[in-house]
């Protein structure tokens, strides 16, 4: 059994920082491409970052230059270091990973439970 849990998310003025961490936990073999991705109320989920297993990153035009993603191999940790905020920033924020456990060593997709970020104007 595997799980994600968040944290980080909260209130914040426009122009603030936030930083999202989601730690992995369980019989994990080795983990894969991790990512944030964020679902505003009546919109899609978009894709705001994704890191390889060797640490390649990719971020979303709209954070590009704001939002910065990173991981910790050794403690299966991915973060989302959010700058300059705005308002149309605010989401719900789920981080995912693809990890490889003890017991087969396939890689599935697993999600957080996900965190609310909110920007005020």
């Known amino acids: 059994q595997v799980q994600l849990v968040e944290s980080g998310g909260g209130l914040v003025q426009a122009g603030g920082s936030l930083r999202l961490s989601c730690a992995a936990s369980?019989?994990?073999?080795?983990?894969?491409?991790m990512g944030w991705y964020r679902q505003a109320p009546g919109k899609q989920r978009e894709l705001v970052a994704t890191?390889?297993?060797?640490?390649?990153?990719k971020h979303a035009d709209s954070v590009k230059g704001r939002f910065t993603i990173s991981r910790d191999n050794a403690k299966n940790t991915v973060s989302l270091q959010m700058n300059s905020l705005k308002p149309e920033d605010t989401a719900v924020y789920y981080c995912?990973?693809?990890?490889?456990?003890?017991?087969?060593?396939?890689?599935?997709?697993?999600w957080g439970q996900g965190t609310q970020v909110t920007v005020s104007s």
């Open positions: 369980g019989r994990i073999l080795s983990t894969n491409a």
């Open positions: 890191i390889t297993g060797d640490g390649t990153t």
């Open positions: 995912n990973a693809l990890i490889a456990t003890y017991y087969s060593s396939t890689y599935t997709s697993h």
